[in-house]
């Protein structure tokens, strides 16, 4: 299975925004983009004019790596939520945040999309009572994504605390237990992206 292996931090300095890749450190100085808030290599901290083509690149790299999804992947998810009724743009958000390592990342189960990935690549989960380890799964209203019996007296899920989720998911931490409300709409995506210049990119 083809995975992004080089530094996640290079990742958002490229992007010149935080991407919360690496869950906690994000949150604390050590921060690349605290601490180096420029392009890495050699021409990094060049001044660039930037090309109608070159800002739509960057929209779509960014939610790209946002999500951990690669360029196939994301193409492929592009091209369901081209087909989907209403705008394209706002189904690919919708798509992405479905992602099963994203769900987990959303319930608070995983610090980082990266360690969710894991965590369901390890089959810790389950989806309708049904076992779930692939990542790219996409969950809809009704799923309920529930921890493993056996996987429940693991350290990572004993004592976790309660956190704020989106509207359009529900968790109970007593059980380990959550399920999808609704499809997920624009404003509950919390990225800053302008999602139709990836629709202008792909249209071309």
Not at 40 to 57: A, C, M, T, W
Not at 120 to 128: C, E, K, M, P, S
Not at 168 to 177: M, T, V
Request: proline share 2%; hydrophobic share 35%; with cysteine.
């Amino acid at each position: 299975m083809a995975r992004y292996t080089d530094a996640s931090c290079k990742l958002c300095r490229r992007e010149g925004e935080k991407l919360f890749l690496k869950g906690q450190r994000c949150y604390s100085n050590k921060c690349a983009i605290a601490r180096r808030s420029f392009a890495p290599g050699q021409h990094g901290q060049s001044r660039k004019k930037v090309s109608e083509y070159g800002i739509q690149l960057r929209e779509k790299q960014k939610t790209r790596r946002f999500y951990g999804v690669l360029e196939k992947q994301f193409r492929k998810i592009y091209a369901t939520a081209d087909k989907m009724k209403g705008k394209t743009g706002e189904n690919l958000l919708a798509l992405l945040e479905l992602r099963l390592d994203n769900v987990v990342y959303r319930m608070g189960l995983a610090s980082s999309r990266a360690e969710a990935r894991q965590l369901v690549n390890h089959g810790h989960f389950t989806v309708n009572g049904k076992k779930a380890n692939i990542p790219s799964m996409f969950l809809v209203a009704g799923d309920v994504l529930e921890v493993k019996e056996s996987s429940r007296a693991s350290v990572k899920f004993k004592d976790m605390a309660e956190r704020t989720l989106p509207k359009w998911l529900s968790f109970d931490y007593n059980n380990l237990k959550g399920s999808v409300v609704q499809t997920p709409e624009r404003q509950d995506v919390d990225l800053e992206v302008k999602e139709h210049l990836i629709v202008e990119l792909y249209s071309k």
